[in-house]
Structures are given as C-alpha cells and as structure tokens.
C-alpha cells in the first residue's frame, strides 16, 4: 500500500537539498501526496476486486492515514522545527480521536487529530503544529484538530458530550507516550468511571434527536447509513456505552460484557460490515463524503455488488431490501442492549405514568397467566413453559397491549429466537387468529404492529406479509418501505376512529362515527399491498392472497369477499378522482358501477384516504381531500338517489341561478346575457365562483390583452388562475407553457370558448410540495404569461434547456402509457399519457394535440413521484369524438415524439 521507509528516505533526500522551511516543505508535500494518492488508488483498486468485502477498508484507509501522519510529524519535527533537546513543555503527544481513533475511516472522513501539551502552549510547539498541519491541508485532507492540555480536555469533556465521545476513543499516534498515557488515565479514574448513567442518558438523548432530524424512520427509501436511524451511528452509540461502562476494547467484547449472546454478535458484525461495506462504496463512487443513499447512488452499488433481478424485483429493490433488513437488526440490537441497561440501573426505566393504576393491579391473575413486572417491563416468570404453546408469543403482546407495560427486552430476545415455533398449526389456530384481530383492532394498533414486526411475529405468523417486509419501492412517490406504510396507513385508520382527525378529515372521520364493518376494514388495510414485489398486478395477486388470509382469521364468506374487493380495488378510487373530470356524469356513474354499494363506498373511501397518507409527509394536501370528498359525496347521491344524478339540464339551470346570486349588482339582462354566451360544459364543469370571475373579467375586458386573475382558492389548497381573451388555435398549449416556465405545476385545468369567440380558461396551480403558489411569486407568473403571449418567449427553446433528467432520476423505469377512452365521457374522447414527469411536459402534449386538430376541453394532472399522469377531454374540430382507429393511432405516435423530442431546431 505504502513504502513508508522508501517515502522517508526520499523525504529526507529532498529536505537535505533544501535551503529553508518554505523549500523543504515545497518538496516534501509532493513526495506525500504521490504516497497518499498511489495508497488510496491501491484500496480503490482492491474495493473494485472485491466489492463485496468493502469493509474492510475502513481499516486499510486508517491504516494509509496513520503512515501519512507519522510521516508528516517526521517532518515538523526533524526538518521544520528540529528540536533535538525539547524542554518538558515543549514534549507533544500525538493522538488520533473519534472515528480515526477508532482506526475506522471511510474514503473521504474526516481526520480527526488532539495534540496534548503539558502545558501552556510554547513558539515551537505552536510552530511545528501549525507547519505539520498545513503540510496535511496541502495533501487535501479535511483535517479537525485541537491543541489542549490534559486539564483542558478533562474540563471539556465533562460540559461537552461530543468531546467526551471522541476522547472515549483516542488513540496514541507518535510523541510523548507519557502524556497520551497520563490522559487515559485520568480520563478513566477522574471522569469516566464516575459517570456512566449520566454518559448513557446524553447518548441516548443525542440519538433520539439525531434520528428525528433524519426523519424518524429507519425505512425511508433514501436512509443516511451514517446518521440515520439503524444506521452506523446506532452501532457506535452501542459499543461508546459498552465501553464508556466495562473498558470493552473492541465491538467483540460485548459478549463478554454480557450485553449480547454470541448469535446477536454476529448480527452486530454482519450489520456493522454491510453498513460499511456501502458506506464505503458510496464514498468512492460520489468522489465525496456523501452519507445519503439517493436513489442514482443505490442502482449503481447494487450493480457492484453484483445483485440480480428476479421477476418481481429489481437488483436495487434487492440491494436495498437488505440493507432495510440490517437497519432492523440494527433496532432489535439497541432494545436488547438497553434492556442490559436497565438490569444495571444505569439506564432510567420507562415512564409508566399513563398506566399506573394498571400497574398497580398487576397481580394474581397475571401471575397466573404466566407474566411478572421486572424493571417495571413485561416479563415471563417461565420461560420454557412459555415455548410449549406457541399462541403464548401473541398472548404477550396482547397482555402488552391490555395492560399499556411494555414488553420486557428479555422476553422479546427469547419471541425472536423461538420464531420457528410459529408454524401452519399455529397459523390456523382460532385462538391464534383472535388474538392477532384483537390486536390489529386494539386502541394502539400501529405501536403493537410496529413491535411484532421488528421482532419478526408479524411475519411469521402471516407469511404473506413477511414477504413485503423491508422491501423497498423503488419510486420517489413512496417514502417508505411497503411494510413501514402500511403500518403508518394502520395509524392513520386508528387515529381517524379515535376522532384525532374531525377537522382536517371530516368525511373520513364522519365514516367512522357512523359506523363501518372495523374487521373488514382494518384487515384490507394490512393486506392492500401485500402482493407487491411478486411481478403480477400487486393489487390482483393481493386480492387472491386475501381470499385465503381472511378465512385463517375467521371470516364467513361475505366478508372475505368483501376484503379482496376492496384489496383488488384499492387504487381506484384515487385513480378516478385524479385523474378524471368529477364533473362529467358519466365519471361517477361508471365509478357507481364499479363500488355498486353503499357500503363498500364507504370503506373504500377511507381505506383510500390512509392509503394515501401512509406514502408519506406531504403527500395527502387539501386538493386530494378536495377531489376524493367531491367523488364520495358525488357518489353517494347517484347510489342513494335511485341511480341517477340529476339531469343536465337541471344542473345547467342551477348553475345559472346561483350565478345570478353571486352578482347581485348585475341587472337582469347583464345576466341573461352572460347566461346564454356559454354552452352547456362551461356551466357543468365550473363552480358558482369561478363562474363569477369569468362574468367580472369579460365584461371589462381589454380589446388587445388578456384579462387575467390569479389568487388562492382555499377550498382547493391551490393557486386559481383564470385567463379570459380573444379565442384562437394553440392558447391552451401557450397557458400552460407560461404557467409551467414560471415553476407552477399544473394539476387541474378547463378551458371553454364562449359563443361570441372568447376563451376562459383556468389553471389550478400548485408548487412542487404541493402547496399553493406563492403570493411573492404571482407577479413573475403574470410577466411570463405575457411574454410568451407576446412571443417574446419561445416555449419550446426555453424548455428544451431544460429537458435534461436529473441524475436522481434517471434509473427509474417509467415506462409510456397512452389510452384512448371513448366510454368514459357522453361528449369527449378522454385521453390519459402516462410517462415520466419533465419541465414542458403538458406544454408540449398540448401543442401536439393542438397541431394535430385536436380540441382540448380540460385536462387534469397527476403526479406520483417521477411519473405524470396527464389526461386530457379532447374533441376534434368537428365537435366529435375520436373513433376511427387510424387517426388515434397516428396521435398516440405523434404523443410519442412529443414525450421524447429529438434535438435539432425547432420547427
């Protein structure tokens, strides 16, 4: 890796030849980084050779960094600032801290380096370390340092956790080995020893907070595999307190402490190798000390590391469904250490405060069931005798869950090394079966779920869900891995029930209030996504699955059917109120066709609801709420109502008169006036106030600009804007081409050109958190508007700047879809292209449409991550639809040339 004799010697050759400090040097630093470089290169080289075995680099890299380090010490003190007689205050040690000290170091880590003085710092020893460290910032090395004499590190380490820390783990390098030794020493006798409790509860919090910053979740499909939760900073934190309490030396040493059995060793081993295995990786292939696992990063190790596709995943989703298997491993180890903890007295017990009274009823009948309180947790007073009976492991967490104590970690050790006691008998075993309704029913389903999970119960006991546990999907629309959602989707359904969701979710809540089948809903809920990864219709293979779950569990017929129905059709409901026009009859009468009852309706709805918010922070807004409610509502009048809604000319009128009611300073005849410029669509695919601010901006309009307005609609989470003007080809393409290079995202629009020749159309916007459109930006919005109204602005050129696919994205399949549905609407041909989202995307469907005599009536926007969903109501200039079979293959061939255009000048 290194001659480090070879390097000295041409060091010395090249210092003896130089006439000052600035010339020696000069001549040192290049011999050093062609060592330093040619070391690096040769780790590179064998991480390459052996990707897999990664790991252990992190030592070879140390390793490189200690023999660069002494060299450089060599240096400062030999030809910098020889002092061949140093006084007692000028003896220096050297050592390194922190994750260096730990002889621990990824690619590009930091190199983090104590100089200890005995005392007060002297002119040589400021010198020599300021010459020694500048030689290594000339190696381009991030290097932390601090010069500090043992009282100075005593006195901060005791107000200061971080340094503490990093002293816990100094590691003497070259110098006065005295000093390094005097430090140890008094670390332990004056420090160290005396507060042990104190160090784990400042661990602890440190963690806690550390992994709320990182999202709170060791499931997050782009997980920091440093900082983020079941990352390496987890393992540390395990070995600093094994340390910090019992002088462990080595993570090995937690056997011997008593902190874990052998077998949970090696789960740390294997865990903390794979961590660093891609921690390592990730560093060399981003040329950067990156920490964040993005979805680009994660494709590309996968491939290193030589993974495979199968037919239901890719080699990314099987990368990543390891590393999500570690991170959980990662989890099950901090319990059974903290347990360990607790047994000492070193770490506080849990708070019990909300369940006092329980636990102080605790007793005789409990005793009898087999359980005792230790440490104020849940334990079992015979082991052995709980293993004969399987059904006993999902007793516990019932009594966990009836009595609010938490599961002592002893016994949830000896659940997860008896897993295989859970087999086929005990899958169909009645008693078994209630016990797991009772606790997917519970008061607190998602902390029981989440337990039984991470110990490997749920799993176990239905294998059909073991299969999608830590299985990632891999799309930027997901935030979690399938499992982790569907849990946060269960959350969501218990906090619903429990009313902490009246006011934000009213329909959802009213539901509930009124009463569903809580049985049926729950369990389609587990089971809606069990089916992914399997390479068939998720949805369909998940229904079939149901079909033989729900019986296990007890269910008659009826409600095993009604389970699969709604697993089969869990997606439909957001499909429909997304990606259709709500206000064409025929969109809710087909939909009517599909539910059939009320109460599927019902469930469905909220089922679709937590589905929805289980994906993730940000994902459920106003405007989804908008659009799922109107459908509900919708809905259920057309099933209620002896299967009709009423007729067109009936909402034609009413919309007319509540227009009327909206202008009360409007004369009669200015309303009938307004009334009969518009036909039919206008008046059913509008409400009463966008209405209104159509009937307020044509009648002051200016004879050679647009009249505009742009404001929040609250009810719609989203920023509205209205444009009224002269009617001409291509004005919807142009709308949406300004809207889009002024950075709002359409999700919504109508357009309508009235009798007398004038367009309105509208843009409901939002931004890309899906949140209004900023207010502080509505006057960029209306410059560009203009400028691409008055040609100063070439769509096209401006968007073909920006078409390029971001990194990030790039390895996400998405794959173009295009239908044509002539059924779904009594008077348009609907639409939907289905392709990967980009600036200008509706932009140029639009004006393909437009130039290929295509009337475009709305069109409505979804976006799931990378992929769009555009759908467009279109007639041909004819006012008909498109039936003939040729000229809908033509279009779809030139949609196609639009979604990936060629480069070249624009035509």
């Given at each position: 890796?290194?001659?480090?004799?070879?390097?000295?010697?041409?060091?010395?050759?090249?210092?003896?030849?130089?006439?000052?400090?600035?010339?020696?040097?000069?001549?040192?630093?290049?011999?050093?980084?062609?060592?330093?470089?040619?070391?690096?290169?040769?780790?590179?080289?064998?991480?390459?050779?052996?990707?897999?075995?990664?790991?252990?680099?992190?030592?070879?890299?140390?390793?490189?960094?200690?023999?660069?380090?002494?060299?450089?010490?060599?240096?400062?003190?030999?030809?910098?600032?020889?002092?061949?007689?140093?006084?007692?205050?000028?003896?220096?040690?050297?050592?390194?801290?922190?994750?260096?000290?730990?002889?621990?170091?990824?690619?590009?880590?930091?190199?983090?380096?104590?100089?200890?003085?005995?005392?007060?710092?002297?002119?040589?020893?400021?010198?020599?370390?300021?010459?020694?460290?500048?030689?290594?910032?000339?190696?381009?090395?991030?290097?932390?340092?601090?010069?500090?004499?043992?009282?100075?590190?005593?006195?901060?380490?005791?107000?200061?956790?971080?340094?503490?820390?990093?002293?816990?783990?100094?590691?003497?390098?070259?110098?006065?080995?005295?000093?390094?030794?005097?430090?140890?020493?008094?670390?332990?006798?004056?420090?160290?020893?005396?507060?042990?409790?104190?160090?784990?509860?400042?661990?602890?919090?440190?963690?806690?907070?550390?992994?709320k910053r990182q999202g709170g979740s060791r499931y997050l499909l782009e997980p920091n595999v440093k900082e983020g939760k079941g990352g390496l900073r987890d393992l540390q934190t395990l070995f600093w307190i094994a340390k910090y309490l019992n002088r462990a030396q080595s993570p090995g040493e937690l056997v011997k402490v008593g902190a874990f059995t052998p077998a949970e060793y090696r789960v740390f081993a294997d865990a903390a190798d794979f961590l660093w295995m891609t921690r390592v990786h990730l560093h060399l292939l981003t040329n950067r000390p990156v920490e964040q696992l993005t979805f680009d990063t994660q494709v590309e190790i996968a491939a290193m590391l030589?993974?495979?596709?199968?037919?239901?995943?890719?080699?990314?989703?099987?990368?990543?469904?390891?590393?999500?298997?570690?991170?959980?491993?990662?989890?099950?180890?901090?319990?059974?250490?903290?347990?360990?903890?607790?047994?000492?007295?070193?770490?506080?017990?849990?708070?019990?405060?909300?369940?006092?009274?329980?636990?102080?009823?605790?007793?005789?009948?409990?005793?009898?069931?087999?359980?005792?309180?230790?440490?104020?947790?849940?334990?079992?007073?015979?082991?052995?005798?709980?293993?004969?009976?399987?059904?006993?492991?999902?007793?516990?967490?019932?009594?966990q869950m009836t009595t609010g104590i938490p599961i002592h970690p002893d016994a949830l050790r000896l659940v997860s090394a008896n897993l295989r006691l859970i087999d086929d008998r005990t899958r169909t075993d009645p008693e078994a079966n209630g016990i797991f309704l009772s606790l997917l029913l519970g008061a607190d389903p998602e902390?029981?779920?989440?337990?039984?999970?991470?110990?490997?119960?749920?799993?176990?006991?239905?294998?059909?869900?073991?299969?999608?546990?830590?299985?990632?999907?891999?799309?930027?629309?997901?935030?979690?891995?399938?499992?982790?959602?569907?849990?946060?989707?269960?959350?969501?359904?218990?906090?619903?029930?429990?009313?902490?969701?009246?006011?934000?979710?009213?329909?959802?809540?009213?539901?509930?209030?009124?009463?569903?089948?809580?049985?049926?809903?729950?369990?389609?809920?587990?089971?809606?996504?069990?089916?992914?990864?399997?390479?068939?219709?998720?949805?369909?293979?998940?229904?079939?699955?149901?079909?033989?779950?729900?019986?296990?569990?007890?269910?008659?017929?009826?409600?095993?059917?009604?389970?699969?129905?709604?697993?089969?059709?869990?997606?439909?409901?957001?499909?429909?109120?997304?990606?259709?026009?709500?206000?064409?009859?025929?969109?809710?009468?087909?939909?009517?066709?599909?539910?059939?009852?009320?109460?599927?309706?019902?469930?469905?709805?909220?089922?679709?609801?937590?589905?929805?918010?289980?994906?993730?922070?940000?994902?459920?807004?106003?405007?989804?709420?908008?659009?799922?409610?109107?459908?509900?509502?919708?809905?259920?009048?057309?099933?209620?109502?002896?299967?009709?809604?009423?007729?067109?000319?009936?909402?034609?009128?009413?919309?007319?008169?509540?227009?009327?009611?909206?202008?009360?300073?409007?004369?009669?005849?200015?309303?009938?006036?307004?009334?009969?410029?518009?036909?039919?669509?206008?008046?059913?695919?509008?409400?009463?106030?966008?209405?209104?601010?159509?009937?307020?901006?044509?009648?002051?309009?200016?004879?050679?600009?647009?009249?505009?307005?742009?404001?929040?609609?609250?009810?719609?989470?989203?920023?509205?804007?209205?444009?009224?003007?002269?009617?001409?080809?291509?004005?919807?393409?142009?709308?949406?081409?300004?809207?889009?290079?002024?950075?709002?995202?359409?999700?919504?629009?109508?357009?309508?050109?009235?009798?007398?020749?004038?367009?309105?159309?509208?843009?409901?916007?939002?931004?890309?958190?899906?949140?209004?459109?900023?207010?502080?930006?509505?006057?960029?919005?209306?410059?560009?508007?203009?400028?691409?109204?008055?040609?100063?602005?070439?769509?096209?050129?401006?968007?073909?700047?920006?078409?390029?696919?971001?990194?990030?994205?790039?390895?996400?399949?998405?794959?173009?879809?295009?239908?044509?549905?002539?059924?779904?609407?009594?008077?348009?041909?609907?639409?939907?292209?289905?392709?990967?989202?980009?600036?200008?995307?509706?932009?140029?469907?639009?004006?393909?449409?437009?130039?290929?005599?295509?009337?475009?009536?709305?069109?409505?926007?979804?976006?799931?991550?990378?992929?769009?969903?555009?759908?467009?109501?279109?007639?041909?200039?004819?006012?008909?639809?498109?039936?003939?079979?040729?000229?809908?293959?033509?279009?779809?061939?030139?949609?196609?040339?639009?979604?990936?255009?060629?480069?070249?000048?624009?035509?």
């Amino acid at each position: 890796m290194i001659d480090t004799d070879a390097v000295h010697a041409a060091m010395s050759r090249a210092a003896l030849g130089a006439p000052d400090r600035g010339a020696i040097r000069g001549a040192a630093v290049p011999i050093l980084r062609a060592a330093h470089q040619a070391g690096r290169a040769t780790i590179a080289a064998e991480v390459a050779a052996r990707p897999r075995e990664a790991h252990r680099a992190t030592h070879d890299y140390a390793w490189l960094m200690d023999q660069i380090v002494l060299l450089t010490f060599e240096l400062a003190t030999s030809w910098l600032h020889p002092k061949p007689n140093p006084t007692a205050s000028e003896r220096v040690a050297l050592l390194a801290v922190g994750g260096y000290g730990r002889a621990e170091l990824a690619p590009f880590s930091d190199v983090d380096l104590l100089f200890i003085t005995p005392y007060k710092q002297t002119a040589w020893g400021e010198s020599m370390i300021e010459s020694m460290l500048y030689c290594l910032w000339d190696l381009r090395l991030k290097v932390g340092h601090s010069v500090r004499t043992i009282d100075d590190c005593l006195r901060l380490a005791k107000t200061d956790v971080t340094i503490r820390t990093s002293l816990l783990e100094q590691r003497f390098l070259v110098g006065e080995q005295s000093l390094a030794t005097t430090l140890n020493d008094r670390l332990w006798s004056d420090l160290f020893d005396r507060t042990g409790p104190e160090f784990v509860q400042l661990k602890l919090t440190e963690r806690a907070e550390r992994h709320k910053r990182q999202g709170g979740s060791r499931y997050l499909l782009e997980p920091n595999v440093k900082e983020g939760k079941g990352g390496l900073r987890d393992l540390q934190t395990l070995f600093w307190i094994a340390k910090y309490l019992n002088r462990a030396q080595s993570p090995g040493e937690l056997v011997k402490v008593g902190a874990f059995t052998p077998a949970e060793y090696r789960v740390f081993a294997d865990a903390a190798d794979f961590l660093w295995m891609t921690r390592v990786h990730l560093h060399l292939l981003t040329n950067r000390p990156v920490e964040q696992l993005t979805f680009d990063t994660q494709v590309e190790i996968a491939a290193m590391l030589g993974y495979q596709a199968t037919d239901g995943q890719r080699a990314v989703e099987r990368f990543m469904h390891d590393y999500f298997l570690h991170a959980k491993n990662v989890g099950d180890l901090t319990r059974i250490f903290l347990a360990v903890l607790e047994a000492r007295h070193v770490k506080p017990r849990p708070s019990l405060t909300r369940s006092m009274s329980r636990v102080f009823s605790f007793g005789r009948e409990a005793a009898r069931q087999g359980y005792r309180l230790r440490n104020g947790r849940l334990d079992l007073v015979d082991y052995d005798g709980f293993l004969e009976k399987p059904v006993n492991i999902l007793r516990l967490f019932q009594e966990q869950m009836t009595t609010g104590i938490p599961i002592h970690p002893d016994a949830l050790r000896l659940v997860s090394a008896n897993l295989r006691l859970i087999d086929d008998r005990t899958r169909t075993d009645p008693e078994a079966n209630g016990i797991f309704l009772s606790l997917l029913l519970g008061a607190d389903p998602e902390r029981t779920l989440r337990l039984m999970n991470e110990v490997g119960v749920l799993g176990a006991f239905m294998p059909e869900f073991g299969r999608v546990v830590a299985m990632m999907q891999f799309n930027m629309y997901h935030h979690y891995t399938v499992d982790e959602h569907t849990i946060q989707a269960i959350a969501t359904l218990s906090r619903i029930e429990a009313g902490g969701y009246a006011d934000s979710l009213p329909t959802s809540s009213e539901i509930m209030n009124l009463g569903v089948n809580r049985r049926v809903l729950y369990v389609a809920l587990l089971l809606h996504d069990i089916g992914k990864g399997s390479g068939r219709d998720h949805s369909e293979y998940g229904a079939e699955l149901a079909l033989a779950i729900c019986p296990r569990l007890g269910f008659d017929e009826a409600d095993t059917e009604l389970v699969s129905w709604l697993v089969r059709n869990h997606l439909v409901m957001s499909d429909v109120a997304q990606k259709r026009d709500l206000a064409e009859p025929r969109t809710v009468r087909d939909f009517a066709a599909i539910v059939k009852t009320p109460t599927r309706l019902r469930l469905l709805t909220v089922l679709t609801v937590c589905d929805i918010i289980g994906v993730g922070p940000g994902v459920w807004n106003n405007w989804k709420a908008v659009l799922i409610r109107a459908l509900y509502q919708n809905t259920m009048e057309f099933l209620t109502g002896g299967g009709h809604a009423a007729g067109r000319g009936e909402r034609e009128r009413g919309a007319k008169a509540a227009l009327a009611a909206a202008l009360p300073d409007w004369s009669e005849a200015e309303i009938e006036a307004e009334a009969a410029r518009h036909y039919a669509p206008y008046w059913l695919g509008l409400d009463t106030r966008t209405h209104a601010i159509f009937a307020e901006l044509t009648r002051d309009m200016p004879a050679d600009a647009p009249a505009v307005r742009i404001e929040l609609n609250e009810a719609r989470d989203a920023t509205e804007a209205c444009f009224a003007m002269a009617d001409h080809p291509g004005i919807f393409a142009r709308l949406a081409g300004a809207l889009s290079l002024a950075g709002a995202n359409v999700v919504d629009a109508r357009t309508y050109t009235s009798s007398d020749g004038i367009a309105t159309a509208v843009f409901w916007l939002q931004d890309k958190e899906g949140r209004p459109y900023e207010r502080a930006r509505l006057s960029r919005l209306r410059d560009s508007v203009n400028r691409i109204l008055g040609g100063e602005i070439s769509a096209r050129r401006a968007f073909r700047e920006r078409e390029q696919v971001k990194k990030r994205q790039r390895d996400f399949i998405v794959p173009t879809r295009i239908r044509f549905d002539n059924l779904g609407s009594e008077i348009y041909t609907i639409i939907e292209v289905e392709t990967r989202d980009r600036p200008g995307l509706l932009y140029d469907l639009a004006r393909t449409l437009t130039a290929n005599n295509i009337s475009i009536a709305s069109a409505i926007i979804a976006t799931y991550g990378e992929q769009a969903v555009d759908v467009f109501y279109v007639k041909d200039l004819f006012g008909l639809k498109l039936h003939a079979e040729n000229r809908r293959r033509a279009l779809e061939t030139r949609l196609r040339a639009a979604i990936a255009p060629q480069p070249g000048p624009e035509r």
